[in-house]
């Protein structure tokens, strides 16, 4: 009788020790919150409007019977052509992902984050 009484009050510490160690266990095991960091934008960084894309244009399509005068609807020296296009998501498609616009040459990855600034950004005429 007398050990009986030892062994059950030893059993009863040794539960709540092994319990209170898992609890602190768990505790410490906790994954800590992450948060992505937010990108503040840049107040000298001016968007990009139809009219700052002019230059490209000029350069990589509207040249030779591509996007000028010859083809209409898909004359991009007029910004409400340019921007039919990118509305519809056809110049993502072709400029940004596919890449097969302009066909003849690569635009550089500066162009190319040039279009899609100008996308992302509402596609402004100025």
């Known amino acids: 009788m007398k050990y009986s009484k030892a062994i059950s009050i030893f059993s009863f510490v040794a539960v709540i020790s092994i319990i209170a160690c898992k609890t ?4 410490k095991t906790t994954t800590p919150v992450t948060t992505t960091p937010v990108e503040t934008p840049k107040a000298d960084v001016m ?10 244009l000029a350069k990589s399509c509207n040249t030779g019977g591509c996007h000028d005068e010859s083809r209409r609807r898909m004359n991009f020296k ?3 052509n340019l921007k039919y296009f990118g509305a519809k998501g ?3 498609t072709h400029v940004l992902d596919i890449k097969n616009m302009p ?14 600034r100008w996308i992302s950004e509402g596609m402004l005429e100025k």
């Open 103 to 116: 066909p003849d040459e690569k635009l550089t990855d500066a162009e190319l984050d040039q279009f899609r």
């Open 90 to 92: 056809e110049l993502k």
């Open 47 to 56: 968007p990009v409007t139809y009219e700052t894309l002019k230059p490209l």
């Open 78 to 80: 007029i910004y409400d």
């Open 24 to 27: 602190k266990r768990e505790t």
